[in-house]
């Protein structure tokens, strides 16, 4: 669901920028009142973990479209809603300032829809109720199912929320939401399903990290290691067998427009966003430069040193920029600054 420039506006570019800046501060203050020195490991390792996951494009059947988890619920699951929403804002940043994958206008957006609707909506208001104080393997797969479902359909009528407030008349508002919708709607179902199954495993080692938060328990390090492995496995290999069809949010436009990419004249700062980002990117699409777009190959499974470089390098990008955030936010918490 990461939105390129074309689709946005500056104002809404822009305002969702201020929006999503203001709800990091508003979560690096709450994490920092509770935050754990032990905790930040795990946030970076999942970060890391994400990272690796969102490469992976699953097919939906019989639509010729493609999704990939968001991560937001998993995080939230495993970190609490502010720890994930820094942790999912570093993925992000990451995968549009050295990948090129979503626009650096776009960014606020794309941090938005996949981490405020998950942290700040599905995770208080459907997981947490429907696990109640007694969580069991059953009552995590039906949250994390529902609650991945709510947050994919919100993030997916944002989209098109924004589309239509920043004027893109190639994207008729009702006929961009009768495929939005749907095709995100089999995508929360899968990633329900995937986060549940990483819930349940990392709970059978070490239940007080899924039931309490906490990183005291005898089974941490195990889980860590384990988080550290899957994210190196994930991002290094299992990155060859992602599907070659379109995501959700290209398969929408290509519906209506013709074309994956919306194809129009753009305002000078956006222009410049772009120039900032061909700079920054060091490995676009997850490949060596020489392996981009114009030479991708349509088999599947594809075996790349470029991917797998991708992956690790993204995955390790992730892990720095976290566990930074993580111990200056501690450092100032031992100081007591506000």
Not at 240 to 267: M, Q, V
Not at 279 to 298: G, I, Q, R, V
Not at 318 to 323: A, D, T
Request: with cysteine.
């Amino acid at each position: 669901m990461h939105m390129a420039d074309a689709l946005l506006s500056p104002a809404v570019g822009g305002g969702f920028w201020v929006a999503t800046a203001a709800t990091v501060s508003y979560a690096a203050k709450r994490l920092k009142e509770s935050l754990n020195e032990r905790l930040i490991p795990l946030m970076g390792v999942l970060g890391a973990f994400v990272f690796a996951a969102q490469m992976i494009n699953f097919t939906i059947p019989g639509t010729g479209s493609s999704g990939h988890i968001a991560g937001g619920m998993l995080l939230a699951i495993l970190l609490g809603p502010h720890a994930a929403f820094i942790v999912l804002a570093s993925v992000i940043t990451v995968q549009a300032l050295f990948f090129a994958d979503g626009g650096l206008l776009a960014l606020g957006c794309n941090i938005w829809n996949m981490g405020f609707y998950a942290c700040f909506i599905a995770y208080p208001l459907i997981y947490r109720p429907i696990i109640g104080k007694n969580p069991t393997p059953k009552r995590i797969t039906l949250a994390s199912v529902l609650s991945s479902v709510v947050a994919l359909q919100l993030g997916a009528f944002s989209v098109v929320i924004q589309t239509k407030l920043s004027g893109i008349s190639e994207l008729p508002f009702k006929d961009f939401l009768l495929l939005m919708q749907p095709i995100h709607l089999a995508i929360g179902v899968v990633e329900g399903f995937i986060t549940a199954a990483v819930v349940n495993y990392i709970r059978s080692i070490e239940p007080a990290l899924v039931e309490s938060k906490s990183a005291e328990g005898r089974g941490f390090k195990k889980a860590l290691i384990v988080l550290s492995i899957l994210a190196v496995i994930t991002g290094g290999v299992l990155s060859w067998f992602a599907s070659t069809h379109p995501d959700g949010l290209e398969w929408s436009i290509k519906n209506i427009y013709g074309k994956t990419e919306i194809e129009r004249k753009l305002p000078e700062i956006t222009s410049k966003f772009q120039k900032i980002q061909e700079k920054t990117a060091l490995m676009p699409d997850y490949s060596f430069p020489s392996n981009s777009e114009e030479d991708a190959s349509e088999a599947w499974p594809a075996p790349d040193p470029g991917t797998s470089v991708s992956g690790l390098i993204g995955g390790a990008m992730v892990l720095l920029v976290v566990l930074f955030f993580g111990f200056v936010l501690f450092r100032w918490k031992k100081r007591g600054y506000n």
